[in-house]
């Protein structure tokens, strides 16, 4: 007899939200937010990669959970390189601008 359909999770965002860091570092306000964001892309990067080496070890996992997941880091991780291209982009119109 088959295995019964699990119930269906509901849904996790995309992106994990930004916390601020509970370092107080001085002036470490936008190095903070960035460190942080790197850790989260990474963080659902790993999750991915630890989800897809579980399903094809047969250690458990499914195929849609493995995809949506593979899904999300790929998603976060353009989402990062977006919004880093868009920084890079008004320092270097800042630099440009004359004083």
């Not at 999770?9 to 306000?29: D, F, T, Y």
């Not at 790993?46 to 995809?67: C, K, N, P, W, Y």
């Not at 899904?71 to 989402?79: G, V």
Request: charged fraction near 20%; charge should be negative.
């Amino acid at each position: 007899m088959p295995s019964p359909i699990p119930p269906i999770r509901p849904p996790v965002p995309a992106i994990p939200e930004i916390q601020p860091s509970s370092q107080n570092v001085p002036g470490g306000g936008f190095g903070a937010v960035f460190r942080d964001a790197v850790q989260g892309v990474e963080r659902l990067g790993s999750d991915a990669s630890e989800g897809i080496q579980r399903f094809l070890s047969g250690e458990g996992g499914e195929l849609h959970t493995v995809a949506l997941d593979t899904q999300r880091a790929q998603l976060a991780f353009e989402l990062f390189l977006q919004v880093r291209n868009k920084v890079v982009e008004a320092y270097q119109e800042v630099m440009r601008s004359q004083i």
